[in-house]
């Protein structure tokens, strides 16, 4: 039997807990399922640290964060939804204070704000250096007030269901009793986040394999700019745990081995010594971009100038000089993560560190109402793509977004399941028994196989570090796409030792390995396919940026029988593409 | 599920506990050791006589005893129900604060006779 | 689905040290009660004569006594420190945004603790 | 967890060889009753109890189930006893073992469904009881146009603690009152309520007490103290319990002793 809900939310985190509360405060009477394969707090949205940017404070504008926001993207951002966003940003966040958020503060009580990488005044809201955690819990709690938002925690989604065009639902597998379920729905949104775990190291956590965006891939919806992988400069050696821009923002600096500041080599100004009131300057030296930071690590490292550890080659990132008592104030959990992780106190020693896979600024292709190719499906948070990040994202938009966006969705999800109440339950609970039929037959009831996951899931960290990493090129590219070619090929003989059905996760992780390899897909295909470098897509043979050819976003459909790039206009409004410039006045 | 009224037994336990821990060990000493072997030299029947004669006094003792009674009533109450006689709470109850009151009432007949 | 729920046996307190140590705490309630009712003896030998007062005192002496007094001491004193270290968790202050360290609290009730005791000695066994 | 001075990323990682580590293990639909089966995993120090269940589970037994994340001890997925102490695996260390003697089983207190996952519908229910979030009294909600709640960082800290609970449920294996009689709220729950009780912004307090001040919520608690002493975020339950409950006899006081007229 199918269950039958107004609107149905894939998806438990930031995003889709904002989407289920938009709905449940303006919709009252329309029943919502927030599907999510772990429970919401859970969710990865948990483990941002640094903050979340909006315009609150006298010395800033709209058209500061707007050109921060474009210029970090290299002007790969939609400037539409770049501009509603940074309109919408303080109304969200203001929303996240009345809800309860527990903002740090200043002593007049007001919100405090702190300076972030890219962005030229400092305007990123935050709770210590745990915003994700403190805005995700805040969101699932607020949600437990809404009676029509009905949570299946611990589903497992597996198909979106389309039927007269129309998308009209999901399939999904209760872990606990391993049953497939058909919830049908009149508008479905994916807020499933992103994809980091098909790299090798990353800051993400194990349920970011990209289911969402492999299910829509699947459905024929077109994925935007997914060559656009973000690296965080600082990820701890070893485990790839975050390390807060923020502790950037505080004042924090990165040294080579020895003791050099080396990013006033990269194009990124002149640092002022760490005494100097002025310092950290906004958008200068360790307040640059993701990108650039990241990239410059690589040629420190070409240059041997790096330090070399067990976990590979790192830079020291010395927040030495802040002292304890504002380590302990505004960066406790950067002190907690190095004591417990690697045996250092950054009170008294530099942390090592080095650039580490963070964000995907691609996903399923939006409008800015959050509507996909699709009607009735939309999208919002990691797992789509509006596209305010562009090229590269720049730290504390995300938080923003997965809050601007997933309101957005709600609300537009909602004005769709009002207007198209017909669904077709019969043709639905035929889908979804061909799809049990799939997983029975694919992995449940299937004899032999000789493939293990890990191994498959091995052998995509390698060749997407290889290939898809900080620089890329096209021979390395070919050999990833033959490479996954490959992988899809092995993946049908897939082992598969348990057969029970409750809690089964051996089946969800070989079910997370096959969406990992079509995402990991659709990000060579894109890379391959954008000669050019641009923001975090940077190509040893394509060195420049070509705005003729690709200003562009690229669009990666799956259909029957192959897989193609086609190319996108990005919306320019009101700022012209020009040069991004780190380090000197504009 | 309604507010209970616990707090007036919490209370009386958290005071009872908060008296026996402050005053009690002194007391054991004076009791056990100093009073029969003299250490303070002697203490003779009229001071102590006198002293517990006094309202004051008697009203203070009235406290420094009722009070440790219900600390122990609560105390064991939960006690007894967390190793096990949670079956039998309500008779466990009734024992224990029964107890308590029994002894508070002892205490202020003693008291009130001298 | 069927669930496994380990059952709990009534022994417990004895599987890990931390549940064997508060339900020893738990247990020293029955010697404040113990001792309770040694005081009211006490104070009903006092009031009554000096003959009665006297034999209590012989009778301190005694074994019994001895071993009664040694194991209340113990486990009250047991009482007492438990009680006081717990206190700076029930008595949170802030100074602004500092809170007061739970050292200080505690420090301040220990330090009541000897005031008390030393007032009470002198009342009871004078100058 | 301060003892990891050792400053391990420089030194190298140290593989010495193997070592028996022991995983309840439980089929609903199979049988009954559960069993421990052994797995031999390498030592290697910089790893932790979940990079060896990990290892378990993608080299040598697919089967085995259980649940994590983020392993970065944020998300509260992963806690399991660890020889029968509630710990977050993702950061407890081999190394911490010496005996190289590891049993894991799910955490205690609660219905198990399978391996090393437990039931949590039990606290998500108790959670949504203590209305967790911010309340304020009817027609006192400031417009968003009028921006944020002033909130001084001294108010800030009069909460904060409480928010820092991650809902890893180690305070509820750690809590024998809970396994002793599971209509319990609990420690998490009542943490929760306190830490918006103690907010400057809210207004719901009385609200919460119907379920707090309840025989099932602050009064069942003995004070044994172990949810704090487990706690990885150093939310300290044990007393955000004891101080609801000086709160709820004032209230009760004041209650009796001041009769009020309605409203």
């Not at chain 4, 469904?113 to 606290?123: A, N, S, T, V, W």
Request: aromatic share 10%.
């Amino acid at each position: 039997m199918a269950l039958q809900y107004d609107i149905v939310i894939v998806g438990g985190g930031g995003a889709g807990l904002r989407a289920a509360i938009a709905i449940g405060e303006t919709n009252p009477k329309l029943k919502i399922a927030l599907v999510s394969k772990v429970f919401p707090m859970r969710s990865h949205t948990v483990a941002a640290e640094g903050g979340a940017a909006a315009v609150i404070k006298d010395n800033d504008s709209f058209n500061d964060h707007c050109l921060d926001t474009i210029g970090g993207g290299e002007w790969m951002c939609d400037q539409d939804a770049v501009e509603l966003f940074v309109n919408e940003a303080p109304k969200e966040l203001i929303q996240m204070e009345h809800w309860g958020c527990p903002w740090s503060r200043e002593l007049d009580g007001t919100v405090a704000v702190r300076p972030f990488g890219g962005m030229k005044i400092e305007r990123t809201w935050f709770a210590a250096d745990k915003t994700g955690f403190h805005l995700l819990h805040t969101l699932f709690q607020t949600s437990l007030k809404y009676n029509n938002v009905i949570r299946h925690d611990e589903w497992f989604a597996t198909k979106i269901l389309v039927e007269n065009g129309r998308c009209q639902g999901v399939t999904a597998i209760e872990m606990r009793s391993g049953i497939m379920k058909v919830i049908a729905a009149k508008s479905v949104i994916m807020c499933t986040g992103g994809a980091g775990r098909v790299f090798p190291f990353t800051t993400n956590g194990a349920i970011k394999t990209g289911d969402g965006m492999a299910m829509a891939y699947r459905a024929g919806i077109p994925l935007k700019d997914m060559e656009f992988i973000q690296y965080h400069p600082t990820g701890l050696p070893g485990t790839g745990i975050l390390i807060t821009e923020a502790a950037r923002g505080e004042g924090g600096i990165l040294v080579n081995k020895e003791g050099y500041r080396y990013l006033q080599d990269y194009d990124l100004g002149m640092p002022l010594d760490i005494e100097d009131p002025k310092h950290p300057v906004n958008k200068s030296m360790e307040l640059g971009p993701r990108d650039r930071l990241s990239q410059a690590f690589i040629k420190e490292r070409e240059k041997e100038k790096t330090i070399t550890g067990p976990f590979g080659d790192v830079v020291h990132l010395d927040i030495r000089h802040l002292g304890k008592k504002k380590i302990d104030k505004k960066l406790p959990f950067v002190r907690e993560l190095t004591k417990n992780y690697i045996g250092i106190d950054p009170v008294y020693e530099p942390i090592p560190v080095r650039p580490v896979v963070h964000y995907m600024m691609g996903g399923i292709d939006t409008t800015i109402d959050c509507r996909t190719i699709l009607p009735g499906l939309f999208a919002a948070g990691e797992c789509a793509c509006v596209s305010i990040n562009g090229a590269n994202r720049l730290g504390s938009n995300s938080l923003t977004e997965i809050l601007v966006y997933g309101a957005r969705a709600g609300n537009a999800a909602a004005v769709f399941a009002n207007e198209h109440s017909e669904i077709n339950l019969e043709a639905l609970e035929k889908q979804g028994a061909d799809e049990y039929k799939r997983i029975t037959r694919d992995f449940l009831q299937k004899d032999g196989g000789s493939e293990r996951i890990a191994t498959l899931r091995k052998e995509i960290h390698q060749v997407m570090e290889q290939s898809v990493g900080i620089f890329r090129s096209e021979s390395g590219l070919k050999e990833a796409c033959n490479k996954i070619e490959e992988l899809k090929d092995r993946f049908s003989s897939i082992l598969i030792e348990d057969k029970s059905l409750n809690f089964n996760t051996e089946l969800t992780s070989a079910l997370e390995l096959e969406n990992m390899i079509d995402v990991a897909e659709s990000i060579i295909f894109s890379a391959l396919s954008r000669r050019e470098s641009r923001g975090s897509h940077q190509r040893t043979d394509f060195l420049n940026r070509d705005d003729e050819n690709f200003l562009r976003h690229s669009l990666a459909y799956r259909t029957e029988t192959e897989s193609r790039i086609e190319y996108q206009d990005v919306a320019i409004t009101k700022w012209p593409p020009g040069e991004r410039v780190y380090g000197k006045e504009e | 599920m309604s507010k209970s009224n616990e707090p007036v037994l919490w209370f009386l336990f958290s005071a009872g506990g908060m008296i026996s821990a402050m005053v009690f060990p002194i007391l054991l000493i004076i009791t056990g050791v100093i009073l029969p072997f003299e250490l303070a030299g002697e203490v003779t029947f009229e001071r102590i006589h006198n002293a517990v004669k006094n309202p004051v006094v008697k009203l203070v003792l009235f406290f420094v005893i009722a009070l440790p009674f219900f600390h122990w009533a609560h105390r064991f109450r939960f006690t007894l129900i967390d190793i096990g006689l949670k079956p039998i709470s309500f008779l466990v109850s009734l024992l224990c604060y029964g107890g308590a009151i029994t002894g508070t009432i002892v205490a202020a007949f003693i008291l009130w006779k001298i | 689905m069927t669930t496994y729920r380990k059952p709990v046996s009534n022994t417990w307190w004895l599987e890990s040290k931390p549940y064997f140590l508060f339900v020893i705490r738990e247990f020293t309630s029955l010697f404040v009660a113990g001792y309770c009712l040694f005081l009211l003896l006490f104070i009903a030998k006092a009031g009554d004569s000096q003959e009665a007062y006297a034999t209590l005192i012989l009778s301190l002496k005694s074994p019994t006594s001895m071993v009664f007094h040694l194991i209340s001491f113990t486990f009250i004193l047991y009482h007492a420190i438990t009680w006081f270290n717990l206190t700076p968790k029930i008595m949170v202050f802030h100074l602004g945004e500092e809170r007061i360290p739970n050292a200080l609290i505690a420090g301040a009730v220990y330090l009541s603790w000897g005031v008390v005791s030393l007032i009470i000695s002198w009342l009871i066994l004078g100058s | 967890m301060a003892t990891r001075r050792t400053c391990l990323w420089k030194r190298g990682v140290k593989v010495s060889e193997t070592f028996e580590m022991e995983i309840f293990r439980y089929y609903p639909d199979k049988d009954n009753e559960p069993f421990i089966k052994s797995y031999e995993v390498p030592f290697r120090d910089d790893w932790v109890v979940l990079d060896a269940i990990n290892y378990i589970k993608d080299e040598i037994d697919g089967t085995l189930s259980y649940r994590w994340s983020c392993r970065m001890g944020v998300c509260g997925s992963c806690g399991m006893m660890v020889n029968s102490v509630p710990k977050l695996t993702c950061s407890a260390f081999l190394k911490d073992y010496p005996s190289r003697k590891i049993r894991v089983e799910p955490l205690q207190g609660f219905p198990v469904e399978r391996d090393l996952i437990f039931d949590m519908d039990d606290f998500m229910n108790k959670l949504t009881e203590v209305k967790p979030y911010l309340l304020r009294k009817e027609g006192e909600e400031k417009p968003l146009e009028e921006g944020e709640y002033l909130q001084s960082p001294a108010e800030l800290a009069h909460y904060k603690q409480y928010t820092l609970c991650i809902n890893c449920m180690l305070c509820y294996a750690a809590c024998p009152i809970y396994a002793l009689d599971s209509n319990f709220v609990g420690p998490a729950a009542i943490a929760l309520a306190q830490r918006y009780n103690l907010d400057s912004r809210d207004q719901g307090r009385n609200q919460r007490q119907e379920v707090i001040a309840s025989h099932e919520g602050i009064w069942e608690c003995t004070f044994v103290g172990e949810c704090s002493v487990v706690c990885p975020k150093d939310v300290d339950p044990a007393a955000a319990i004891q101080r609801a409950k000086v709160s709820s006899t004032l209230d009760w006081f004041k209650e009796k002793m001041i009769p009020r007229s309605k409203g």
